[in-house]
């Protein structure tokens, strides 16, 4: 009996030394907490960190498409502005020296007033006409402008998904599809406008071999 009782014991004994050398394999439930805890933690502040970056680079982006656009619209304003204004300025030369050819009463001086006058109201005509169009060109550029403004201001409350949407790329190429037209007519009204002053610089020449 004392040999199967020390029998036992021992086996006992190697039974709980085998339970406590399993057990010590097995990760606590602290452990396993906290690694995925930590697991979250890491993958929310990559998540955050990129998703900021690609929102910054966004900004760039747009930011930089709506200075280009606003130059675009400025440069084009200027443009047709100056071109009008030198413009009238010639027709007020050729105006004086229409008012001087009527001062002298000859024949000659009478055709070649008659000439020049009916070009006068044919060139008067062009311009009333490209003030017209410049002036809904204007206005057309004013609306462009007070877009960007808008999208400017919006700018920074929007967020990265909003940034990448269909909607908010359309609108730009909307944009600037329209400042590449406005452009175009102003490149089309700045020919009209060289046309008329070359055929202003030809009545100085005319009036000088009278």
């Known amino acids: 009996m004392n040999q199967d009782e020390l029998k036992d014991k021992k ?22 907490f906290y690694l995925v ?3 979250i933690i890491v993958a929310t502040f990559s998540w955050t960190y990129f998703g900021i970056s690609a929102q910054q680079d966004n900004l760039v982006k747009i930011n930089n498409r709506l200075i280009s656009l606003e130059e675009n619209v400025q440069s084009s304003s200027d443009s047709s502005e100056e071109n009008i204004e030198t413009l009238l300025a010639d027709l007020k030369i050729i105006n004086r020296e229409i008012r001087k050819l009527w001062d002298l ?88 406008i060289l046309d008329i002053q070359e055929e202003l610089s030809a009545k100085p020449a005319l009036i000088e071999t009278e």
């Open 37 to 39: 805890v930590t697991v």
């Open 105 to 192: 009463s000859n024949k000659r001086n009478k055709k070649d007033i008659s000439v020049l006058s009916e070009q006068n109201k044919v060139i008067s005509n062009e311009i009333f006409e490209i003030q017209n169009n410049s002036t809904s060109n204007t206005q057309t550029l004013e609306n462009i402008e007070e877009s960007l403004k808008g999208m400017k201001k919006r700018l920074a409350k929007l967020s990265s998904f909003e940034l990448n949407s269909s909607t908010y790329s359309e609108r730009l190429a909307e944009l600037e599809e329209a400042v590449q037209s406005v452009d175009a007519y102003r490149k089309q009204t700045n020919q009209s």
């Open 11 to 32: 086996s006992d004994r190697n039974l709980s030394t085998r339970k406590i050398f399993v057990s010590s394999q097995v990760p606590p439930k602290d452990l396993i």
